[in-house]
């Protein structure tokens, strides 16, 4: 094992992280409350600062997972699509299946430029796109210049009240439901609305199952399929259609595309938060296909036909995938930009600053008592992690099926699910 790759083992290295991490996240939520004075005023100004900041937040995690855990993203896409990414605001529909999708989620926005920063850098001297590998092995040209974007979620409600994140998304202007749709039809009406004039463009994020994928989950909503005569899903839920069909309707005229997303794990890895944390690369695989939203029909009943169809798709895909190891599609991998590290370290040297001028202060105050009990900390803290959590994972993953992987480590992160009854 190298320095580096024992380093990111070290529980001390990922105190560091989490708490750089929780310190300027608590400082950017302060600077958004800073901009409340500034809505009424102006408004679009508001939003662009917000969405600036925003970015300096999740861009970390993206640092994280891109740079700690070397964690890349394989895009499978059609050329003709490709194009369009990042020029046009979009519904995505992504497979819930696995406890890092968010994570994946940003890091695709973040190549495309829709994370919430200019990529001015990145365009001036990076970004020719690279098209690492395609399955002819034609070069397809270089990647157009991004404008500014936002990427924008519908979520459960108590994702707003998550410190840091949640709080951070309630300026960001996410879309937040109770998944009761009596009480959730006009709020959910109106945050769609307020999309409408948002400055940026924009990529809205469904996860239409409405829950992450769990083997008992999967057993109840098949019984709700067979009930409704619809073709079982193996590899997901059956979609809750409500939200689709609303969001579709509300958003006509603003967004012009549905970009169905599928995810999936090579060589069956269970990818855990804990995993990434611990510098564990994985290999996920992103199969982006381009709809455009004329094709989806406006009546509910229709519409809701479209999405079982598109799911039927999506579940063909998953199948396939389990046998060949693919998507359909060539490789495509936009360069990696550097902003997201940058942005990183930044916050790190800022943050480590006050930490050093703690342990000198303690040093000097010559307490040997202070000092054992600092080392005796430090240590305890490293034998533990060293034990790690990866064994846990790898060991409960191996005992169940491809898709129903995420379960596991979905399970290690208490707060990931607060929601008892499957479905
Ligand atoms: C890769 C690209 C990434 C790009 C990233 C971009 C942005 C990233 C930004 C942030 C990343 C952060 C990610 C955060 C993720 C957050 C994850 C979540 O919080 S998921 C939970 C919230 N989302 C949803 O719930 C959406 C899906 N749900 C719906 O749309 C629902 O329709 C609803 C709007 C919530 C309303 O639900 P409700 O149940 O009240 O009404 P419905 O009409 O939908 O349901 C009744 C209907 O359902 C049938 N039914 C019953 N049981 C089931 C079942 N188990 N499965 C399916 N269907 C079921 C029931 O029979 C009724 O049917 P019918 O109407 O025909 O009688
Ligand atoms: C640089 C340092 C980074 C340190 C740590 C970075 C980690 C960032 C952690 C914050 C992430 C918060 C995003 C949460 C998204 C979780 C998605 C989710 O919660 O899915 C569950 C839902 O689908 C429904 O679940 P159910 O209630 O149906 O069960």
């Given at each position: ?96 299946n696995f406890e ?135 590899h ?27 995810l999936n794990f090579r060589n069956n890895e269970t990818p855990t938060?804990?995993g990434?944390?611990?510098?564990k690369?994985y290999h996920p695989d ?32 998953q199948?396939?995938y389990s046998h060949t190891g ?64 990866e064994?846990?994972h790898s060991a409960a993953g191996s005992k169940i099926g491809p898709l129903s992987r995420s379960s596991v480590g ?14």
């Amino acid at each position: 094992m190298g320095l580096v790759q024992w380093l990111k083992g070290q529980f001390l290295c990922q105190l560091i992280i989490c708490y750089g991490f929780l310190v300027s996240g608590l400082l950017v939520n302060l600077l958004q409350i800073c901009t409340l004075p500034l809505w009424p005023i102006n408004k679009q100004l508001a939003r662009r600062i917000n969405c600036k900041l925003g970015y300096s937040l999740t861009s970390q995690s993206v640092a994280l997972l891109e740079w700690w855990s070397g964690t890349e993203v394989t895009f499978y896409t059609d050329p003709a699509d490709y194009q369009f990414y990042g020029k046009e605001n979009a519904i995505i529909v992504l497979n819930h299946n696995f406890e890092i999708d968010f994570l994946c989620g940003w890091a695709f926005c973040d190549r495309f430029g829709v994370l919430g920063i200019h990529h001015i850098l990145s365009r001036c001297l990076l970004l020719k796109t690279h098209w690492r590998r395609t399955s002819n092995g034609r070069d397809l040209g270089n990647c157009p210049p991004i404008p500014l974007k936002a990427s924008k979620c519908l979520a459960k409600k108590e994702l707003s009240y998550l410190p840091v994140i949640g709080w951070m998304w309630y300026f960001l202007e996410m879309v937040f439901i109770k998944r009761k749709w009596e009480e959730d039809k006009r709020s959910f009406v109106q945050s769609l609305q307020n999309l409408r004039d948002y400055p940026e463009n924009f990529w809205f994020l469904l996860h239409c199952e409405g829950t992450r994928f769990t083997e008992e989950k999967h057993q109840i909503s098949m019984e709700v399929a067979e009930k409704k005569g619809l073709p079982k899903l193996k590899h997901h839920l059956l979609p809750r259609t409500k939200g689709f069909w609303v969001a579709v309707q509300n958003l006509r005229g603003t967004v012009a595309a549905v970009y169905c997303c599928t995810l999936n794990f090579r060589n069956n890895e269970t990818p855990t938060l804990l995993g990434v944390i611990n510098g564990k690369k994985y290999h996920p695989d992103l199969y982006i296909r381009r709809i455009p939203l004329e094709s989806v029909p406006e009546d509910e009943a229709e519409c809701s036909s479209w999405l079982h169809k598109l799911y039927q798709e999506k579940d063909q895909f998953q199948e396939d995938y389990s046998h060949t190891g693919y998507f359909p599609g060539p490789i495509v991998t936009p360069l990696r930009g550097p902003w997201a590290l940058i942005n990183w370290i930044g916050w790190t040297c800022l943050l480590l600053y006050p930490l050093y001028l703690l342990l000198v202060q303690l040093v000097l105050s010559g307490s040997i008592l202070t000092i054992l009990a600092t080392v005796a900390f430090c240590s305890a803290a490293n034998t533990r992690s060293s034990r790690g959590p990866e064994s846990v994972h790898s060991a409960a993953g191996s005992k169940i099926g491809p898709l129903s992987r995420s379960s596991v480590g979905y399970a290690s992160v208490p707060w990931l699910s607060n929601r008892n009854t499957p479905v």
